[in-house]
């Protein structure tokens, strides 16, 4: 089985802070995403990368960075916390192939306070 | 501009019955569409897929119905069990853009009552 490991399943910060996700999948995907959860709105893409030191921007990628030194990780990055950034954050990976679906982690609520 | 859309936040079936998920598509190229099952504080779990070569894919009590001409999918329940209540995700892809990005629908919150 696919096992994507987020490191925090809650986390609290403080406005200004810079803030760090990180995400672990031990099944040698290429393709890793993040994702924000919000209520009313879905899942909506921030970052992907489909190999190391690779990323390209999703939807809504103001406010973040994103990290993937080695295959296995991507972090993202909240370079200075606004509370409008409160959220459950969802990292992803995938086969870099043609229909191949997405497994997920169990998520990081984080709150900006 | 909404890719994906699940037009009913919600539904409420009985134990036992058929729960029926809806999800339209406006983008003509995609190609490769799924069904995730989000129990709160979890993350999406993949729960089956339909490439547009098909209309129809089973796997066990799920059935996904895809007709390209409208632009639809749904997904089927049946029989529909009280461990079947989550949130249910649409999502589509144009991998033939090279991409293997996925659009997310809204998704609809299943309640299945004993």
């Known amino acids: 089985d696919v096992k994507v490991t987020q490191s925090s399943r809650y986390l609290v910060k403080r406005t200004g802070e810079k803030v760090f996700l990180e995400c672990v999948q031990d099944?040698?995907?290429?393709?890793m995403f993040w994702y924000r959860q919000d209520p009313g709105l879905g899942l909506r893409l921030i970052y992907f990368?489909?190999?190391?030191?690779?990323?390209e921007k999703g939807d809504i990628p103001e406010g973040y960075s994103v990290s993937r030194e080695k295959k296995e990780r991507f972090s993202l990055i909240l370079e200075s916390a606004s509370t409008n950034q409160t959220s459950m954050y969802l990292c992803?990976?995938?086969?870099?192939?043609?229909?191949?679906?997405?497994?997920f982690g169990d998520g990081t609520r984080l709150s900006i306070l | 501009d909404q890719q994906v859309k699940q037009n009913s936040p919600s539904l409420s079936v009985q134990e036992g019955r058929i729960s029926i998920l809806n999800c339209d598509y406006t983008?003509?190229?995609?190609?490769?569409f799924l069904w995730y099952k989000k129990y709160p504080a979890e993350g999406p779990t993949f729960l089956i897929s339909?490439?547009?070569?098909?209309d129809k894919n089973e796997d066990g009590r799920f059935t996904v119905f895809l007709n390209k001409s409208a632009k639809h999918l749904s997904l089927h329940i049946v029989p529909s069990q009280p461990g079947d209540s989550a949130v249910y995700f649409c999502?589509?892809?144009?991998?033939?853009?090279?991409?293997?990005?996925?659009?997310f629908g809204k998704g609809t919150k299943l309640t299945v009552n004993p």
């Open positions: 983008n003509s190229m995609f190609d490769y």
């Open positions: 990368s489909y190999d190391v030191k690779m990323k």
């Open positions: 992803a990976s995938s086969i870099r192939a043609r229909n191949q679906p997405q497994h």
């Open positions: 339909i490439s547009s070569i098909k």
């Open positions: 099944m040698d995907h290429e393709n």
């Open positions: 999502a589509a892809s144009d991998a033939q853009g090279g991409s293997e990005k996925l659009v």
